[in-house]
């Protein structure tokens, strides 16, 4: 049965490579887009509303949030007042965002990642294994790479994967600036480094430094439209999911789970 996803954001980098993807498809179709340029998108083969509030009467299985992270707070209120799941494909929430994503995927199935690419979310869980088995004597620094126009830093998916080396190491401190303090490097730092400029799609990379020998692993985006493909999976996943607040492992442990059936 094909599903009717809403894309929130679709005028967006990300949300026009989701809705490009999507009409490649045969299993969703775009339903409705939320954009605050809704005037400019006019023209589209789908209706665009510049609020959630105004697609209150669009029928649709999902919503794809790649907007804003100040959107979020609207958007999930939307999603709870329909009982339509959601995906939140944007990063930089605030604490508080964060708190009202949580609460939200205990009405409703809600999906969120920091990074909707599959081969991100492979490296986490390599970067994890990594640090576990090599341990603190080890260092660890990760470098990311973004375009000119990202407004975050450090991008979320490099604090994932920091998060991930965290969980095998709790003692773990974040370091983002090492200028204006002298010292030796300390043991317990994870050090997370920005870089900004040009049309850089995302490139992350985690260094584990040890004596006499470094391991590099590393993901390269070529195109947006890997994210828009891991939304479009994210989306067909919570379309049929129970109320909870999911990841994009939970994605890959079903579609393993198909393949074995």
Same mark, same amino acid.
């Given at each position: ?56 009467? +669009? ?55 920091? @990074?909707?690419?599959?081969?991100? @979310?492979?490296?986490?869980?390599? +970067? ?127 579609? @393993? ?5």
């Amino acid at each position: 049965m094909m599903k009717q996803l809403i894309v929130s954001g679709c005028g967006g980098r990300l949300g026009t490579a989701i809705v490009r993807r999507i009409a490649e498809r045969e299993d969703c179709a775009v339903a409705a887009g939320v954009d605050v340029r809704a005037s400019d998108l006019a023209g589209e083969k789908y209706p665009v509303f510049a609020a959630p509030a105004d697609a209150a009467g +669009v029928e649709a299985d999902a919503v794809i949030d790649c907007s804003h992270h100040t959107a979020v707070v609207p958007l999930l209120d939307f999603c709870i007042a329909r009982r339509l799941p959601a995906v939140i494909a944007t990063t930089g929430h605030t604490e508080a965002e964060i708190e009202a994503i949580r609460a939200a995927g205990r009405v409703i199935p809600v999906l969120y990642s920091r @990074n909707m690419s599959l081969g991100v @979310n492979l490296l986490v869980e390599l +970067v994890r294994r990594a640090a576990a088995a090599l341990g603190e004597d080890f260092d660890c620094e990760i470098i990311e790479q973004h375009h000119r126009h990202k407004l975050d830093a450090p991008s979320g998916t490099a604090l994932m994967l920091a998060d991930a080396v965290k969980s095998v190491r709790e003692e773990s401190e974040y370091v983002y600036d090492r200028h204006s303090v002298r010292r030796e490097r300390g043991r317990e730092e994870i050090g997370i480094h920005s870089v900004r400029g040009g049309t850089i799609v995302g490139e992350h990379e985690v260094i584990f430094a040890g004596t006499d020998e470094v391991i590099r692993l590393s993901h390269s985006a070529a195109s947006r439209d890997v994210f828009a493909a891991g939304a479009i999976r994210a989306a067909l996943f919570v379309a049929d999911a129970q109320p909870g607040l999911y990841a994009m492992s939970d994605v890959v442990a079903a579609a @393993n789970r198909k393949k074995d059936e």
